[in-house]
Structures are given as C-alpha cells and as structure tokens.
C-alpha cells in the first residue's frame, strides 16, 4: 500500500516526491479546489441565519481534480495534507479533507517551511492535525468579504453604475483617491536658497534648509560681494550603518518593484516557482523558503552556516551577528523570513538552471540573507564650514566608507559622496554666488511600491494579498498606472466618495487594521468566529439599509437615439473595454450599437462581408468578417487579410477519448463503491 501526499502545487510534487521515496506518491490539488458557492439568500453561499453556515461549491475545473485524488486516497494506506503553510493551505486541507471523507482531528497534517530534503523530513517528523482556528480564520475572512463584497458591489451597480468594492480593495483605492485630493488642493509656496559654486561643487548656505523668504535671501545675498570663503571648521562624524533585515513578502516586493521594475505580481509568482523548486544537475531542489511571510527570524541553523560562509569567504571582520528583531504587532511571524535554503547554492551556482529573472530574484533574496547577517559598514562624514567676509555661512560635506561590511554583498543605495579636501584656515574662491527661487512640491503619488509600504504600515489586508487587490484597482477602471504612479480616474473617486458617505466607518484604514487583529484572535482560539462575523453584520447591515434608500441613484445617460429592436432609450454604458452605447431594456432586450469600424477589404470567404480588426476577450487584436457568425474568416496578421489560411481540423477524437474515459470512470467507481460497501458488512 502507497502513502499518499497532497500538495498545492504540481512542480511541488515532483520535488517533494523524490525526497519521499518509492513509498509515497505525492499530487496536487492545483491550488484550492472549492468557494463558497453563489446559492442561497442573495447569493452568498452564507446562511447568515443559522451560524453563518457557509456553502460551498467546486471551482470551475476542480471536480475532475478531486475525483483523481479520491481515487488515489481509496487505493492508499494514508493520506497526508501537505498544502501551504499558511492559513489559506490550511483552509485548502480541510477543504480536501473534507472532500475525500478524512477524520479533522486525525494526524495527517504537514507542513514543508521549504522544499529540500532536510525541510521535507524535518515536515514529516512533525504531523500533527488540521488547525481549525487557522481555519476558522480564513473562513470569517472569506465570509466577511463576500458578504462586503457582494452586497456593496450590487450597490454601486444599482445607484452609480460603477463595478464593484470590497472590504481591503476599497481602502487602498480611498487612499489613492486622498492622496489625489491633496495634490490638488496644494498650494505651493515661494522660498530662496543661496548657494556658493565652486567648479563642480556646491555649498549650501547654512540656513537654506529653512526654506527662507525672498525679502530675507536678497538681503543676504547682496552681501556676498567677494568672492572668496574661509575656511572655519572640519567636523567628522563616523557612523556605524546596520544591513537591512532580511526579506518578509512586502519588503521583498517593495524592493523588486524598486530595484528590478517588476510588478509585485510578477515578483511573487517567479519567487513561488523558486521555492517549489528547480532541476539542478538531475535533482529537483527547493532554492527559497515559503516567501509568504512578515517575519524577519532566520533559522538557528541557517544563521550558523551563513556565518560560517561569511568568515571562509570574506574573513573574520565581516561577520556580524544575529539582531533579535521585534516584529510588528500585526505580524504573524509564523514563518522565517524569505531566504536561500542553502548558503552553497549561490547565485552562480544555480544560474546556468535559471531563466534571467529567476536569478534575478534569487539573487535579491540571497544578498538580503547572506547580508542580514554581515559586520555593519562603517561611514565618515566631513562636514567643512566656510564664512563670507560678511559672516555668512556655508556647509559642503562628503561621505567614504571606510569599512563596507554587508555592502560587500549587498548594496541597496550607496550614501558615498565625493570625498572632500580642505584645509581649515585657508581661503577658497568662489566662482558666484546664486539666489535661487524654489517652490513646495505637493505630496508623490503612490508608486506600487510605495503602496505596498503605505498598507503594510496601516495594516490594510496581509502581504500575500497586496498583490491580487492592486490588480482588482486596475482591472475595475477605478486607477491608472502611469509613468510608476496611481492616478484615480473618475470612476475610483466616484466610489471611494460613495462609501465614504455611507460607509465610512467600514472603508476605513482602523477598521481594516483592527478587522485583522480580531481574525489574528480567531486564529489563536481566543474568539468565536461567529461572534466575529455577529459582530460585523449588526455593524453593517443598519449602514447598507440606510445606503439602499438614501444613496442617490445615478440614471445613464441617453443618447437620443431609439432601440431599432424594442424601441426603448439608447443608453451610455460602461464595459470592460470602456463606454459602450445600449439599449436601457436590458436585460430583456440586449441590443447594443455596434461600433463603424474601417473596411479593411472585402472577406474572401463570402465576399458579402467587410474584414475588420477585432478584439478577443483576452484583449488581443485579429481581423475578421463582419458577417460573423454567418461568415467565420478570421486572420491574426494584418498582412495576411485577403488570403484564406487553412485552419487546422479540429480533433474530433480527443472528445470520444473522453467519453470513453468519463464512462471508464464511472464504472470503475460503482464497483469501487460496491466493494467498500461489501467491506463495511463484513
């Protein structure tokens, strides 16, 4: 008899499946295979009367994965749920649980904090049962934003016409839409600074940080009429500078934004791939460990060998030591901090094995590691002070490191500055004095990462969400990203007003923040989780009441035109694409105008139709017959238009395969059923 392990993820398996052995066959359940379904009283899957019993249904694609793993599970002597270590694998394992009929308080659950052979033994030494606080956690988060989400976004559909809310996406957007609202309302206001030029240098006048009026810059510089200075003083400074913490999910996202360019998204969908593992001289391997985390703990073990690295490769003056780091308090610190899982695999060891972002990243998160745990880099700064004849002062200062410790390895922004050479006591001659005008700059707009920083420090959401709920913003229409800023567009102002009117308390920085500490409670077994939600809907429901009857309803816009087919109002509507004109019937009736778009030629395949450029959902351009469906010419090349391109037959014996196999299937499971019946009497 096998062992069956299941895991989220199908690389994953392959990986952990080779450190296990011939005993155990290890699969994937493709991530979480059901959600609350979209039945019962306004849909939400949620019988908020009865305990907030939740429904659930499978995801679109995942039945045909279920049925696999129960079919797997009958033939096995055991089953372990090994999904993510996080509460959403949590969730995924009673999910799969529950499916395959396994007992909850039964020891199957493992936990692999990273995808070696030392991290997967070192899982399988601690089983212990499904954690059904974790659960209940993800759970109230889940109903809770359903809930939000559903009925707030039926909301906005009915009264403004815009797409849809949600309990962390709506916040982030509010503070988006209020930063826009101080740039606008900014005014900006005059002062002067005064500066000395000498060649390419320049000193600052010893007050300009004060940002001072014209009346009193002009006052001073009329002063300045040799040009010369004296050199007064030299004052040296040195400072120790720490290394950075190692990585958690939002400053491993923050800095691939900042350092690499890449979306969040982006970065953490390569940095998954690394921990599920990569094929190194025939071996699967684990590269990171779970990157889904807000701790900067590193292992015991790890730190020992990192210092170890350190000193064979650096030498003695470049070991630091482990900083005892006190976490946030919204911090889960379930997990270590994002780093190598070994100290050999170094960057390039592994990059003939890597695609150029994979090393990218890995390289990122191995420095940050390795660094963490390096001597500070020691900085002197010389500050010289030089005075007009008049008694007017100016600074210039220079910054060298004189030891660079971590930056050896890591050098994130390097504070250097020229090295300066004066002597105090002589005089210098100044090339001109300038009095220049300067005005106050309104606040920056959020860039990505400035965004992640501004949620982390709120706590809007957890970091493993950042990513998915900037997307969501960016998707509804409600921001645009340009040139590395978050711009509101009307649509997001409007709705971010909107709830800001009715919903203040809940679209709320402190409520969010405070909404995540009570779920952190659930998680540890110190509250209910129906006195969580109980809570939230007898906080809710009174504003959404008040919302459906005083929230003013935002008619469309008509055209002037007439529906062709039922004769109602043509109206202005919104879609995925942008505006669209529309029958106001709808849904009963569902004609829509369809845009003129130019001729392109005649089709060549019924040579009644006009070729046009089209658009698939996915947003990709083609050119078709404008006839379609009568006529079906399509081309993806512009250049191709006129010609007619076989289109490969279609396989019609993949759809009898399946059949055969469906049926197979069927009848493998009856007798199955039979036998464990037939098992059970006995």
């Known amino acids: 008899m096998q062992k069956l392990v299941i895991v989220e993820s199908p690389a994953k398996a392959k990986t952990i499946e080779k450190y296990l052995g011939e005993d155990y066959k290890v699969l994937s359940s493709v991530g979480h295979v059901r959600d609350l379904a979209t039945s019962g009283p306004g849909g939400l899957g949620v019988d908020v009367e009865n305990g907030f019993k939740a429904s ?14 129960k079919k797997e599970a009958a033939k096995s002597d055991f089953v372990y749920l090994a999904t993510d270590p996080d509460r959403e694998g949590e969730a995924i394992s009673w999910h799969l649980a529950d499916e395959l009929g396994l007992e909850i308080d039964e020891l199957n659950r493992v936990v692999f904090n990273e995808i070696t052979k030392g991290g997967v033994e070192t899982g399988m030494e601690h089983i212990r049962s499904i954690d059904m606080d974790l659960v209940n956690s993800q759970e109230s988060r889940r109903i809770i934003d359903r809930i939000l989400g ?32 101080e740039i606008e309302a900014f005014i900006p206001l005059e002062y002067y600074k005064i500066l000395a030029i000498i060649g390419d240098l320049e000193l600052d006048y010893i007050e300009n940080d004060k940002k001072i009026s014209k009346e009193e810059a002009l006052a001073i510089y009329e002063t300045l009429k040799d040009k010369s200075l004296n050199v007064i003083d030299k004052k040296i400074t040195n400072k120790k500078q720490n290394p950075y913490l190692p990585f958690t999910t939002s400053t491993f996202q923050q800095t691939a934004v900042n350092k690499l360019g890449y979306t969040s998204r982006r970065a953490m969908s390569i940095a998954q791939k690394l921990y599920e593992g990569v094929e ?4 699967m391997q684990g590269l990171i460990t779970y990157m889904r985390t807000d701790s900067t703990r590193l292992s015991p073990d790890f730190s020992k060998y990192a210092m170890g690295y350190i000193k064979g490769n650096y030498g003695e003056d ?15 610190d ?3 901090a994002i780093r190598p899982t070994s100290v050999n695999l170094t960057p390039a060891v592994v990059k003939p094995y890597l695609s150029a972002e994979q090393h990218k990243i890995y390289t990122l998160i191995y420095n940050r590691a390795i660094s963490s745990l390096m001597a500070p880099a020691k900085m002197e700064t010389s500050t010289y002070i030089f005075e007009s004849d008049s008694k007017v002062q100016f600074k210039a200062s220079s910054t060298v490191t004189k030891f660079d410790g971590y930056k050896k390895v890591y050098n994130a922004d390097s504070t250097d500055k020229p090295e300066l050479e004066f002597t105090v006591g002589t005089t210098v001659t100044v090339d001109e004095f300038e009095c220049n005008q300067h005005f106050t700059k309104p606040p ?55 709830l800001k009117e009715f919903f203040v308390d809940f679209i709320d920085v402190d409520y969010t923040r405070n ?23 007898a906080d809710f429901e009174p504003l959404l009441e008040n919302a459906q009857a005083n929230m003013e309803k935002i008619e469309a816009v008509k055209t002037g035109n007439v529906c062709p087919e039922c ?15 529309a029958c106001s019937n709808f849904p009963t009736c569902k004609y829509i105008v369809q845009e003129e778009k130019e001729s392109l030629g005649d089709c060549p395949k019924c040579e009644d139709g006009k070729v046009i450029e089209k658009i698939t959902r996915r947003g990709k351009a083609f050119y078709g017959c404008d006839r379609f469906p009568k006529c079906d010419y399509a081309v993806w090349n512009k250049e191709d238009i006129g010609k007619i391109i076989e289109q490969p037959a279609k396989k019609t014996y993949k759809k009898k395969t399946t059949t055969k196999k469906k049926t197979t299937t069927k009848k493998k499971t009856t007798t199955k059923k039979a036998a464990t019946k037939a098992k059970e009497t006995e």
């Open 318 to 332: 470049y070991v630091g030591f482990v900083r005892k780091t006190k976490n946030d308090s919204n911090s889960q």
């Open 56 to 69: 659930y249904k499978y995801i679109t694609g995942k039945k045909k994965v279920v049925t696999e793993l």
């Open 334 to 336: 379930a997990h270590e």
């Open 567 to 581: 004769g109602s109002d043509l109206v202005m509507r919104k879609g995925r694409y942008g505006e669209f004109e």
């Open 150 to 181: 559903f009925k707030l976004s039926k909301l906005l559909q009915q009264k403004i016409k815009e797409k849809s809310a949600g309990r962390v996406q709506s916040v982030a957007l509010r503070i988006i839409c209020e930063r826009e609202e």
């Open 515 to 537: 909404l995540e500490d009570e779920l952190d409670l659930v998680a540890n077994g110190q509250e209910e989780k129906v006195e969580l939600l109980s809570k939230f809907m």
């Open 280 to 283: 190194i001289s025939g071996e």
């Open 444 to 498: 920056a707009r959020y860039s990505e990462a400035k965004l992640i920083k501004e949620m982390e420090e709120k706590g809007i959401g957890r970091p493993s969400t950042y990513a998915a709920t900037i997307d969501v913003i960016k998707q509804r229409g409600y921001v645009l990203y340009e040139k590395k800023q978050f711009i509101p567009t009307d649509s997001g102002k409007l709705v971010t007003n909107k």
